[in-house]
């Protein structure tokens, strides 16, 4: 894997092909992305422009068809690969057999992202974990207004109804990359709303790589959470507005 290192890594949410603005985690809502970055919602060509406009070398990939149930978008993982960024993709993964179409990507490279709400279960996250390793998976802890959001009422048993009991669950399985995800508030540019949370990881298990996205507004958001230990800040909106420039970027010597 890359050496591990303060990350700035801007976020693709990928719908029908296009690159869209998500908001609220309101999935349905979802329109195409428009952003100073680029004149389309093509997501090859924006995540060129991260690289060659803001000089980022990472990027998270939320493929929503799968996530949502459909079918990978395997040519888009090539594709992306090929430009030489350091990719995290969430492509819904439901347990091991879902790897496929990821396994072949160089792993020094790619990231493969666990998210909580696709996930089956504790049992599914360990055999996925046995395949991949945990230096190259990333499980997301995703939240809605602050609870965990799962596949079903009983794929994690009441042990795990907190945030905080989920990632002591996920640490103890053996995840050492964990990224703390609050759906509700992507694109609304009031933080992540996980402070709290950050901390207590961090005091229980300071081994563990913690990452956050969802709501950052500035550059002054990503100093703060670097200041307190995150390993990541993964970002949407404000790089697409303007708000979180090159210029702010290399400030942070990132």
């Known amino acids: 894997m890359v050496e591990s290192r303060f990350q700035v890594v ?12 998500a908001i609220g985690g309101e999935r349905s809502r979802y329109q195409p992305l428009r952003s100073i970055l680029h004149p389309t919602s093509n997501p090859l060509e924006l995540a060129r422009s991260y690289r060659e406009t803001l000089g980022l070398s990472s990027l998270y990939l939320a493929d929503l068809d799968a996530i949502t149930g459909g079918a990978p978008n395997e040519s888009l993982y090539r594709a992306l690969a090929g430009l030489g960024l350091d990719l995290w993709i969430d492509c819904g993964l439901r347990d091991d057999h879902d ?38 998976l990333v499980v997301s802890l995703d939240l809605w207004a602050g609870r965990p959001i799962t596949a079903s009422p009983d794929a994690w048993d009441d042990a795990d109804a907190d945030a905080e009991s989920c990632a002591e669950r ?40 913690v990452a956050l996205g969802g709501g950052i ?14 390993s990541a800040v993964l970002i949407g909106s404000a790089l ?3 708000r979180i ?10």
Not at 217 to 230: D, H, I, L, T
Not at 245 to 254: D, E, I, K, N
């Open 99 to 136: 790897l496929a179409p990821l396994l072949d990507l160089d792993p020094d490279r790619v990231s493969i992202v666990a998210g909580l709400e696709s996930l089956r279960g504790p049992e599914a996250l360990a055999a996925v974990l046995d395949r991949v390793g945990p230096d190259r």
């Open 170 to 209: 996920f640490v103890a399985l053996g995840v050492r990359r964990v990224l703390l995800l609050d759906l509700t508030r992507v694109g609304k540019m009031d933080g992540p709303g996980v402070d709290g949370l950050l901390t207590a990881i961090q005091a229980a298990s300071p081994e563990v790589e």
């Open 10 to 21: 801007p976020v693709l949410d990928v719908l029908r092909g296009r690159a869209v603005h």
């Open 217 to 230: 507004a500035g550059v002054e958001g990503v100093q703060r959470y670097r200041n307190q230990g995150a």
């Open 240 to 242: 697409h507005d303007g």
């Open 245 to 254: 420039g090159r210029a702010q970027l290399a400030g942070l010597s990132v």
